[in-house]
């Protein structure tokens, strides 16, 4: 089924369908850590709309409806990836891997790829695990989260230059 489903970049006015997107792709996350305040939940339309001016942002599309999106910005050497959503429905279908597969395409140039997951989450270390990121720091966000950071180093990459809208 995932071959039905084409990547693009987002635009501005996809905004409010990926942030309604994203608090429903979440709430499997506020679940496992018995926390509905983790800021992907609590993200308002400004700041998504914000993240736009920063970020390259893509979204998965089936049937005009976006059912998947990954954030990803460059700093330095490092292509920084985050907030990689996929509807509860279209889970488990590769759309996840497409999306993150599409993010290296776009900044083959770079040194390395981070990204970070919740140290409960099993089923993001899977999958981040399988596409080749290994954990390289743990950051304590309280009594009940924990980040894991995971990086993908790109050998032989020494310049940057990102992906362009062109």
Same mark, same amino acid.
């Given at each position: 089924?995932?071959?039905? %489903?084409?990547? !693009? ?35 308002? $339309? *400004?700041?998504?709309?914000?993240e ?13 409806? %976006?059912? &998947? #999106?990954?954030? #990803?910005?460059?700093? *330095?050497?490092?292509?920084?990836? &985050?907030?990689? %959503? ?20 776009m900044?083959?140039? $770079?040194?390395? !790829?981070?990204? !970070? ?15 080749g990121?290994? *954990? !390289?720091?743990?950051? #304590?966000?309280?009594?009940?989260? *924990? ?6 180093? $790109?050998? &032989?990459?020494?310049?940057? %230059?990102?992906?362009?809208? #062109?």
């Amino acid at each position: 089924m995932a071959k039905q %489903i084409e990547i !693009f970049r987002a635009s501005l006015e996809d905004a409010i369908e990926i942030l309604a997107l994203q608090k429903l792709a979440y709430q499997s996350e506020a679940q496992i850590y018995d926390d509905w305040s983790i800021p992907p939940l609590l993200q308002t $339309v *400004e700041e998504i709309r914000d993240e736009f001016s920063t970020s390259v942002v893509l979204k998965a599309v089936r049937e005009h409806s %976006i059912i &998947g #999106s990954v954030r #990803s910005h460059v700093i *330095e050497n490092t292509c920084h990836i &985050g907030k990689l %959503i996929v509807h509860p429905k279209w889970q488990n279908l590769g759309i996840g891997t497409r999306l993150m597969t599409e993010v290296e395409l776009m900044y083959r140039d $770079v040194a390395r !790829f981070e990204l !970070f997951t919740g140290s409960n989450s099993i089923r993001n270390f899977h999958l981040y695990h399988k596409l080749g990121y290994q *954990e !390289f720091r743990r950051e #304590s966000l309280g009594s009940k989260v *924990e980040l894991v950071y995971l990086e993908k180093l $790109v050998i &032989g990459k020494k310049k940057n %230059i990102g992906y362009k809208n #062109s």
